[in-house]
């Protein structure tokens, strides 16, 4: 079996040599499909998103699409079933506005082990391509999950979800007086990356804002 990196090389040469993706990312239907992934049905139904405002601690935040059992299943299969070429399909729908002046993307840190056991970090991978697509470097040596936290899918209650997050991040110092986009797939409650936010500004960041791919309530 192929490693993610040489699936994702695989794909990059087939990319090259053939015109065009085979197959729409959200339905797999094979005719008609655009440079975006989509046939012409699925990119009927999506629905993009307006910037939500007041989320501090957050400065900033901007959302690509709204979310539905379609994006549903293409985020599982991105992020569970090692699908690495949804990365670039998804970071089609990540923006970083210019007044943001942002210095560096900051993917959201998974802890090790659960990094070893899916092989890869799916945010670090939407980092990296938003990273070419914009001209932001992005780095993963900023901040780290430093404790293994359950899933907060399977968590429903918003407080409890700040809790399981609460303490689970640490930041590099060289964050002191950067301006900082956090990178995500799903903005859910904002648990997770309000607490990335805290413990950034906590060690000295400027700004910290939030590029994310989808969102269902926001
Ligand atoms: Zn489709």
Redesign the pocket.
């Known amino acids: 079996m192929l490693s993610s990196g040489r699936k994702e090389q695989f794909h990059f040469l087939a990319d090259a040599l053939m015109p065009g993706p085979y197959q729409?990312y959200?339905?797999d239907?094979e005719d008609m499909i655009g440079e975006d992934g989509?046939?012409d049905?699925?990119r009927a139904k999506l629905k993009y998103l307006p910037n939500p405002t007041y989320l501090q601690p957050l400065d900033g935040v901007t959302i690509g699409l709204q979310y539905s059992d379609e994006i549903s299943s293409a985020v599982m299969r991105f992020k569970k079933h090692g699908q690495t070429e949804y990365a670039g399909f998804f970071t089609q729908f990540l923006s970083v506005p210019k007044e943001w002046n942002a210095d560096i993307l900051v993917p959201v840190p998974m802890h090790p082990f659960k990094k070893w056991l899916r092989r890869f970090n799916h945010t670090e991978l939407l980092a990296s391509y938003l990273s070419n697509a914009v001209g932001i470097p992005y780095s993963t040596k900023l901040l780290y999950k430093i404790r293994f936290t359950p899933d907060q899918k399977a968590l429903k209650d918003p407080a409890v979800r700040r809790r399981n997050m609460r303490g689970s991040f640490s930041a590099d110092p060289h964050v002191k007086g950067l301006r900082i986009v956090l990178i995500d797939d799903v903005f859910t409650t904002g648990a997770t990356v309000y607490e990335c936010a805290k413990v950034l500004k906590r060690a000295g960041a400027d700004k910290v804002y939030l590029s994310a791919v989808t969102s269902p309530s926001h």
């Open positions: 729409c959200l339905c239907e989509l046939c049905t699925c």
